[in-house]
């Protein structure tokens, strides 16, 4: 389903969208690059779109967990993180499927 258009989210920025129930924070990492997790940090509710990104990851503003953006683990210690959805770009709109893939939490 559409969220958000393409031009509402320049590189290296990420927002908070709803797609179906879900709130899912959207990167846009690199030219046709883009991530979608589940916006809510697991530890204590942390904002993950207010994360820093670097290079695959992002970091919890809060207390520094940090997830990979393409699985959604934790990298410090590769266990589940938060959920991702497959993003798709087609005429300047971003679409998000708001079912959970399943390398997800
Ligand atoms: S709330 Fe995200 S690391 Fe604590």
Not at 48 to 55: D, Y
Not at 60 to 70: K, N, Q, R, V
Request: aromatic fraction near 8%; glycine fraction near 10%; hydrophobic fraction near 45%.
């Amino acid at each position: 389903m559409t969220v958000a258009s393409a031009a509402q989210i320049p590189i290296g920025e990420a927002k908070v969208v709803v797609a179906g129930s879900q709130e899912i924070a959207l990167f846009h990492v690199g030219e046709d690059e883009w991530y979608a997790l589940e916006s809510t940090c697991p530890h204590q509710g942390g904002p993950l779109a207010e994360g820093w990104v670097h290079e695959k990851t992002v970091t919890c503003p809060w207390h520094a967990w940090c997830f990979s953006l393409e699985s959604g683990r934790l990298v410090m210690a590769d266990m589940e993180g938060v959920a991702t959805y497959d993003v798709r770009v087609r005429d300047g709109d971003v679409a998000v499927n708001p079912v959970p893939r399943a390398n997800g939490a």
